[in-house]
């Protein structure tokens, strides 16, 4: 496939795609511009920048462009010229974009250091050291490119142009500079680049384009660069109107393997705008999407405007993130500010309110009455809310103040922290700076953490609910102790003892239910009651949480054997006349009949009306001490007609042989 095919290929693609780079520094002044680049990827070996800065000069202004992949979040110590510089993503001017590798897919993003008070302008040679991991999973800093403004007052004006990546790599790749000085196309226009995995010039390398005219074949390892495949620096020094290359670069018209530096003015077609293409070597890999990266492009040139002053301000230069600044530019007509992590209320005005996310550097394109522009920078420091990681609530038991909220781990945020938490019900706040509150009611609150930067960080809702967890529980037992407990549980006279087993409560009622109308009452924690008759009775625990509305009952049924000569009458609340023969009447078992001398019994339905009435002369039924059952009632009225299912009344009147006239009163199902 022949150089003139491909292109002819790639220019069909260039058409469908359109790519730009972040201006973040132009300039005009009398003096010149410098870079070199030190470009180590893993490796952890010592580097240098290699430059050059005419005698007599002063520093303008000096960058330390470095590439960073993956998004590393922490922070990196690196010795520059012996001075510990701390980078991290605080000085980010890019947003990620993607290259590949083959078909492995790695991020990157441009971090912009100003290292202007570490320059000398004696002095040509910095060093650099990287103490990072071979390996480091969340990213690594990994490409160095050294940028220096030097300002001599023998020296002819000189425009600088420095700009970052701001799209997504591609096979194809165009860069369009537009709103840059006017150029003078009589004199050298300087173009260098940075970039990365430009392997070789035979199936890896990329051409490049000025103004659609192809100027050479990138690829191979270059100076300063230790890793293979580490990418094209472009090493250079400008003044005079003159293009100087360094290393092994050199300011021809071209541009060929490692040399990453041309000379481009023979090749623009006009003074206020410049189009540079990158065309990937292969197109048999495009399918891979195999791309070169380009991290800087590097424009030096003569221009016909003169220096102008200009200045960039804000109002505060630290704030809590969610809070808006106020930048102010001067100096021009136009201004057009820029920041990967903010939002503008307009970013074309001299001082628009901004809104970073996080802390980061404000860079404004400022163009004066003459169309010529440079740019400045301001850097907003942005302190993180004090979001905890956790926050836990624990529910109010009924009838207690026990609801609680705890506060985890606060990973962002300058301690110490002032917690204030509002019930918004009853609109009631406190502030402490424990971070667990306790003692709360069932309600709906809100939390508001302030750290000592000032911050804030309020939570949604936070509900404490209720819960009644109250269980009432006993047991009952007689002394001596007899395991298993008996049924019945003993003769008359027996005293029965209970054994508290309930959960939650604080304060217990007991009630025993010797009969229908004879109730024992105790307030313990345990109760103890002495029956004098047996039978069958109910023992109830109402148990509650300080207040009786968040409470439980529990009722157990207690069976107790009759002394051996006590009258004992047993009344069923169940029978089933269905002529099944089992259960057919509702019978009354008495023990020791011979102490009984009659029963009357008189049967009602719901609405009061007497269905049946019987008597009974039990002496004449029972002439020994041992049980007798009457059938006081066969589910009939006393005419002979069965009356339907139902809940009835009975009223069992009896007289004793000593003469005592007692009654017993109650009611019982019918079920056919």
């Known amino acids: ?119 000398n302008p004696l002095q040509n040679s910095y060093s650099l050291s990287i103490p990072q991991p071979q390996f480091a999973p969340n990213g690594v800093y990994v490409a160095f490119y050294l940028y220096v403004a030097y300002e001599n007052p023998i020296l002819n004006n000189v425009c600088a142009l420095a700009t970052v990546n701001n ?26 680049m940075h970039g990365s995995d430009f392997c070789d010039t035979i199936t890896d390398g990329s051409f490049i384009l000025i103004e659609g005219d192809t100027i050479g074949l990138l690829g191979g390892v270059d100076d300063h660069s230790p890793a293979s495949c580490s990418g094209i620096v472009g090493s250079f020094y400008y003044q005079n109107n003159t293009m100087f290359g360094l290393g092994n670069d050199t300011a021809n018209t071209t541009m060929y393997a490692t040399d990453g530096i041309a000379n ?37 040139y003569t221009t016909p405007c003169d220096t102008f002053t200009t200045t960039a301000t804000t109002n505060q230069d630290t704030i809590c993130v969610g809070e808006t600044v106020q930048l102010q530019a001067t100096g021009g007509v136009s201004y057009s500010w820029y920041s990967p992590f903010s939002t503008f209320n307009d970013s074309t005005l001299a001082n628009p309110l901004a809104t970073p996310t996080q802390t980061t550097t404000y860079i404004v394109s400022i163009k004066n009455d003459s169309g010529c522009v440079k740019t400045e920078h301001v850097k907003v420091w942005v302190n993180p809310a004090p979001k905890p990681d956790t926050i836990i609530t624990t529910p109010q038991r009924c009838g207690s103040t026990n609801g609680s909220i705890a506060v985890g781990y606060i990973p962002k945020g300058k301690p110490p922290f002032v917690y204030n938490l509002t019930n918004l019900q009853s609109g009631n706040s406190v502030s402490q ?85 004879t109730l024992a009452q105790y307030s313990a924690y345990n109760a103890a009651h002495t029956f004098d008759e047996g039978g069958t009775f109910e023992v109830c625990l109402f148990a509650y949480n300080n207040i009786p509305q968040c409470g439980d009952t529990l009722c157990k049924t207690v069976v107790i054997a009759p002394a051996p000569d006590s009258l004992v009458l047993i009344v069923p609340n169940v029978f089933t006349p269905n002529a099944d023969g089992m259960n057919d009447n509702f019978v009354m078992e008495i023990q020791c009949a011979t102490l009984l001398k009659t029963v009357a019994v008189e049967i009602f339905n719901r609405w009061g009306q007497a269905l049946h009435h019987a008597d009974f002369d039990v002496q004449k039924l029972s002439t020994t001490k041992n049980s007798l059952q009457l059938t006081l009632w066969n589910g009939t009225t006393n005419s002979g007609a069965k009356v339907p299912e139902g809940t009835y009344f009975y009223i069992i009147e009896y007289t004793k042989v000593s003469g005592e006239k007692e009654s017993l009163k109650g009611s019982m199902s019918l079920l056919r």
């Open 167 to 192: 799209v997504q790599p591609n096979a194809v790749m165009n860069y369009s500079f537009q709103n840059i000085n006017p150029v003078d196309v009589n004199q050298n226009i300087g173009l260098a």
């Open 1 to 119: 496939m022949t150089l003139r095919f491909l292109l002819i290929f790639y220019f069909s693609i260039i058409s469908l795609q359109g790519f730009s780079q972040i201006s973040v520094y132009q300039d005009i002044f009398k003096g010149g511009i410098t870079g070199d680049a030190y470009n180590p990827w893993l490796s952890s070996t010592p580097g240098q920048f290699d430059i050059y800065i005419e005698p007599g000069s002063s520093i303008r202004k000096a960058l330390l462009f470095i590439n960073a992949t993956n998004n590393p979040l922490h922070n990196e110590v690196i010795i520059f010229n012996g001075t510990p510089l701390t980078i991290n993503q605080t000085f980010t001017v890019s947003p990620l974009y993607l290259y590949n590798v083959g078909s492995i897919p790695t991020e990157i993003k441009v971090l912009l250091l100003d290292v202007t008070n570490q320059i």
């Open 433 to 517: 700076s424990d971070s667990a509150f306790v003692g709360l009611t069932a309600s709906e609150y809100q939390l508001v953490i302030t750290d000592s930067n000032g911050c804030t960080w309020q939570s949604d809702t936070l509900p404490i609910n209720e819960i009644n967890d109250i269980s009432a529980n006993f047991n009952l037992y007689t002394l001596p102790l007899v395991i298993p407990t008996p049924n019945p549980l003993g003769t008359a006279p027996l005293t029965v003892y209970t054994q508290n087993a309930s959960a939650n409560a604080n304060t217990f009622e007991w009630v025993f239910s010797l009969s229908a109308d």
């Open 264 to 300: 481009i003015e023979s090749h623009l077609t006009n003074n206020s705008s410049i189009n540079i293409s990158y065309l990937y070597q292969s197109p048999s890999l495009i399918n891979r999407s195999k791309t070169n990266p380009v991290h800087q492009l590097f424009l030096t």
